[in-house]
């Protein structure tokens, strides 16, 4: 195995990983073969575009994301819910151990520039929650549907649906505000 050292910057110089645009994408860790196919392709869609891609580090759709990244070169970032690291997924390039369960799903959220929620289930509807109520926006492909029920005809600020794995990439990244 070869060993590579990170490149020691000078003040501030900026980091090129600093520089990545990081994507969150979320569902959930049981994905029947359909949204798996989609997790996948989201995955491909945000490495050819450049960007990294952060997830729960663990099975399902996390799984499908990474593995599509990683067939095109992308970079996988894990936030594992346990305490050790041979939990993430086998795509998973950077674990990030946190020994929180579904805490962790705030430190997904606040990693992300943006998140994409592949189907899911309630924790995916916990971290659709936690980056709306910090103002991130969060594009839903097979996923929750929200409305305010104390509010008719309430459209959900941040909360947008995508038609394909493609549109989903396309519109996450446009929703990302220019870096000042």
Same mark, same amino acid.
Request: charged share 20%.
């Given at each position: 195995m070869?060993l590579?050292?990170?490149?020691?910057?000078?003040?501030g110089e900026i980091?090129?990983? $600093?520089?990545? !645009?990081? !994507?969150? !994408?979320?569902?959930?860790s049981?994905?029947?073969?359909?949204?798996? =196919?989609l %997790? =996948?392709q989201?995955?491909?869609?945000i490495?050819?575009?450049g960007?990294a $891609?952060?997830?729960?580090?663990l &099975?399902?759709v996390m799984?499908?994301?990474?593995? /599509?990244?990683?067939?095109q070169?992308?970079? &996988?970032i894990g936030i +594992?819910?346990?305490d050790?690291?041979e939990?993430?997924?086998?795509?998973?390039? +950077?674990?990030?151990?946190?020994?929180?369960?579904m805490g962790?799903n705030?430190?997904?959220?606040?990693?992300?520039? $943006?998140? @994409?929620a592949?189907g /899911?289930e309630?924790g &995916?509807?916990?971290e659709?929650?936690? %980056?709306?109520n910090i103002?991130? &926006? $969060?594009?839903?492909l097979n996923?929750?549907?929200?409305?305010?029920?104390?509010?008719?005809?309430?459209? +959900?600020?941040?909360?947008?649906?995508a038609?394909?794995?493609k549109?989903?990439v396309e519109?996450?990244?446009?929703a @990302?505000p220019?870096?000042?």
């Amino acid at each position: 195995m070869k060993l590579m050292l990170a490149p020691i910057y000078e003040i501030g110089e900026i980091c090129p990983l $600093v520089a990545f !645009v990081i !994507v969150g !994408v979320i569902g959930a860790s049981v994905a029947e073969p359909e949204l798996y =196919e989609l %997790a =996948e392709q989201v995955g491909r869609e945000i490495a050819l575009k450049g960007a990294a $891609v952060v997830c729960g580090g663990l &099975t399902g759709v996390m799984e499908a994301v990474c593995k /599509g990244a990683r067939s095109q070169g992308g970079l &996988t970032i894990g936030i +594992i819910p346990s305490d050790k690291k041979e939990d993430a997924n086998p795509y998973i390039q +950077i674990p990030i151990v946190t020994g929180m369960g579904m805490g962790r799903n705030v430190m997904l959220v606040k990693t992300a520039d $943006v998140l @994409i929620a592949v189907g /899911g289930e309630y924790g &995916t509807l916990s971290e659709i929650a936690h %980056a709306l109520n910090i103002g991130k &926006t $969060v594009v839903g492909l097979n996923t929750w549907k929200l409305e305010m029920a104390h509010k008719h005809n309430h459209e +959900i600020k941040g909360l947008v649906h995508a038609k394909d794995p493609k549109d989903a990439v396309e519109t996450a990244l446009r929703a @990302i505000p220019a870096k000042k």
